[in-house]
């Protein structure tokens, strides 16, 4: 049986490649507890596994996904990356540069002390620092060594075994640190001090606890009866007498008349309006009961995005976006919610917008017409991706990879990986200051990186798999203890850094620059968790973009300062 698949696989590797791709996320969505390996590190390992068949896959397979995969990456956070360069967030910005630094420094360290290969220095990063690009910036600058193609391939090997190793506790470790020893040293509450800093962000309100949904307003359409006040008003009239409220639609003998300002309530008309539930509740004197709505009567709204734009609300808060829009403009229409970089931002009224925010609101259309222009653009139902931009983009990204520097007499290049990273960064920043240019939907982007990053990595492994097992006797014990390190020892050296030099002293914003300066997900996902609410967004996505960028980086520079090869006696 197995001799027919290997004959199948030499026939069609690619086969190979799709099936390592189903099985390695089937593995990774088993559960230990409450941790999950995930679709990638599962790729990665059932990738060498099945390697040992000895599968041979066209090169040229790694480099172009990995290109798609980074040049997603970038453009995500080209946006939030380039913001987060001000003075406002310079300490944020210092300790996710020194986070990354100091994760540098103790590879390094690891890899002089105990004699590592370059190959394996750079798998010891990319786990350890839980940042799967740096397997793809380290295997093209493999590639670019004047070493044999058989050193090249058990570096490659080395890559990716000392990833499989270390990325397990890579994962786990800052979970542990940033959810349970810090907080336990410090003496912190995280839920207790996630809703205090809630509290000082909506100006002393106070904040839903856990399964609660936090909001500035509560939404709710209802049906009301007129009184004898409001026969003969217009609709202008009644909207006037509400707060944070709008009449919707007027039913008259069962059917719903179309809503002008001018039109005249008459008696027996129901009024359908949609606002804020305390409005609803306190009524009007233009107002009776609220009732059923009449059998077949409905009312259609749109959900729309804007992005934020405007340059009159960059670094302004939810506050000063109320106040901005008078009463007669916002009429009718609801904030639901608001995303950065795909991730929901706590609604209280001290948080501040940034460019290339997304802005969530729900209203009749033309309400929405009224009040977008004011704050940006609106993302089409149907986006497009800008091909022609995207082209461009990824032709500088791998031009930019091919320019070499010398770093204390060893060249050093970004190559195409490295290359388009920077490419995507500056790209998406341009879509995000000019919104008719370089789209590139979430959804595609979402797929370029994901499915990109899994492509890449079940080729490094179903490559490395005949040297990969050679590499595990030799330094597997070894290389779990040192990845424990490069996990740990950043974590918390740049904590103390940060809380005593930058006087991060908040320990919500503490621990967020903590998983945020590691790009850690998982971190941040249990950090979220044990807020209770979404207060570590905000320092997580400025030391996020950051990291990934710097983390990224590394690889090339491990692969350059490290000089030892495995065949180096």
């Known amino acids: 049986m197995l001799e027919h698949i290997d004959s199948l696989f030499d026939r069609v590797p690619e086969l190979a490649l799709f099936i390592t791709i189903a099985l390695g996320y089937t593995f990774g969505k088993l559960k230990i507890g409450n941790f999950v390996l995930g679709g990638i590190a599962g790729t990665l390992i059932l990738a060498v596994l099945i390697g040992q068949l000895g599968i041979k896959l066209d090169p040229g397979v790694k480099s172009i996904f990995f290109a798609l995969f980074i040049y997603a990456v970038g453009f995500q956070g080209g946006p939030q990356f380039f913001r987060s ?3 406002q967030s310079l300490r944020q910005l210092i300790s996710a540069f020194v986070m990354c630094l100091v994760g540098l420094g103790c590879v390094l360290a690891a890899a002089y002390i105990f004699g590592l290969d370059r190959g394996t220095a750079a798998g010891l990063a990319a786990g350890g ?7 793809g910036t380290a295997g093209e600058a493999i590639q670019r060594l004047n070493i044999s193609d058989d050193v090249k391939q058990t570096l490659e090997a080395n890559v990716a075994v ?4 270390c990325y397990i506790f890579g994962s786990l470790g800052p979970i542990i640190v940033a959810t349970w020893f810090l907080p336990t040293v410090m003496r912190w509450d995280i839920r207790a001090e996630a809703k205090k800093l809630a509290a000082s962000m909506s100006g002393g309100k106070p904040t839903p606890g856990p399964g609660q949904a936090e909001v500035i307003r509560s939404i709710d359409t209802r049906v009301f009866e007129i009184s004898d006040a409001a026969v003969g008003k217009d609709v202008h009239a009644i909207n006037a007498t509400l707060q944070d409220a709008a009449v919707e639609a007027v039913i008259r003998d069962g059917q719903s008349t179309e809503v002008t300002p001018d039109i005249t309530i008459q008696d027996g008309d129901l009024l359908v309006i949609t606002g804020v539930i305390e409005t609803l509740a306190a009524g009007s004197p233009m107002l009776g009961s609220n009732v059923p709505a009449p059998r077949g009567a409905s009312l259609i709204e749109e959900h729309r995005e804007i992005i934020v734009t405007n340059k ?5 808060t939810l506050k000063d976006l109320h106040e901005h829009l008078d009463d007669d403009t916002r009429r009718g229409v609801f904030l639901t919610s608001i995303k950065r970089l795909g991730r929901d931002l706590p609604l209280l009224p001290d948080v501040q917008l940034h460019r290339g925010d997304e802005i969530h609101v729900t209203g009749r259309p033309k309400d929405l017409d009224r009040v977008q222009p004011k704050i940006g653009y609106k993302i089409t139902a149907a986006p ?3 091909f022609i931009f995207f082209g461009i983009g990824m032709t500088v990204g791998i031009l930019v990879g091919m320019i070499t520097v010398r770093l204390g007499g060893v060249p050093i290049s970004l190559g195409a990986g490295g ?3 920077l490419s995507g960064l500056v790209f998406g920043w341009l879509r995000a200051v000019h919104p008719r240019f370089a789209a590139l939907p979430t959804g595609a ?11 890449f990595v079940a080729a490094v492994g179903l490559t490395a798999g005949p040297k990969a097992w050679e590499s595990i006797k030799e330094h597997g014990l070894l290389l779990l203890g040192l990845g424990v390190a490069v996990t740990i020892v950043p974590q918390i050296v740049v904590f103390y850094f940060s809380y005593y030099v930058l006087r991060i002293r908040n320990p919500i914003e503490a621990l967020a620059c903590v998983v945020g300066g590691r790009s850690a997900n998982p971190g941040f996902a249990a950090l979220l968790n044990k807020a209770g609410n979404a207060t570590p967004v905000v320092t997580f996505t400025i030391t996020y973009a950051v ?5 990224t980086l590394w690889g090339p520079v491990i692969i350059g300062l490290v000089t030892k090869n495995p065949s180096t006696p």
């Open 129 to 135: 620092l839980t940042q799967s690009a740096i397997i």
């Open 445 to 455: 982007s979402n797929f370029l990186r994901d499915f990109g990053l899994a492509v």
């Open 312 to 316: 009159d609300l960059i670094d302004r």
């Open 419 to 421: 290359g388009c990273l």
């Open 162 to 165: 000392g990833y499989a190793i």
């Open 384 to 386: 497009v991706t800008d």
């Open 85 to 87: 360069l001000n003075l």
């Open 547 to 551: 990291a990934n960028v710097f983390l």
